[in-house]
């Protein structure tokens, strides 16, 4: 297993807000030569800690879209279930299990309302769903 020191976590945070910077952009920001660059970049993908590299999109960028956070209760030993189910969701950009009154928490991205509230009645009649509560995202700050 991989430990990581200064240099990997100040690196990991850069590429966090620019995935896509080039290596020597990296090693002035850095203070380091672009080989130990290259050599804890391929360090961190063999090691799994790096997927990959993206692009971040703003938040707002898809205007059209109604994007919310759902929390579920769950009944029971039932969560495995819930969870198959709900990963088929389209709309369900991302499910988190969580600790406390809620069991999972969902992110919402649909491109309407009537989409936005057909998801809504799918969730809240799966088999095994006690209750849930939505919150829409008005704005990201």
């Known amino acids: 297993m ?3 020191d200064d240099l990997d976590h100040q ?14 952009k990296l090693a002035t920001i850095l203070g380091v030569s672009r080989g130990t660059i290259q050599a804890r970049l391929d360090r961190l993908l063999q090691s799994g800690t790096a997927l990959g590299f993206t692009i971040r999109v703003r938040q707002d960028y898809e205007d059209g879209s109604i994007r919310a956070i759902m ?14 189910f709900l990963r088929g969701l389209p709309e ?7 600790n406390g009154s809620w069991d999972l928490v969902a992110e919402i991205r649909a ?12 969730v809240r009649t799966v088999e095994g769903v006690l209750n849930s509560e939505t919150s829409i995202l008005l704005s990201s700050v």
């Open 2 to 4: 991989h430990i990581f």
């Open 11 to 24: 690196l990991i945070s850069i590429l966090r807000e620019d995935g896509r910077a080039p290596l020597s």
């Open 71 to 84: 929390m579920i209760e769950v009944q029971g030993r039932s969560t495995t279930k819930v969870i198959k």
């Open 92 to 98: 369900l950009y991302a499910l988190h299990t969580t």
């Open 111 to 122: 491109s309407s309302l009537h989409d936005f509230d057909r998801v809504l009645r799918e």
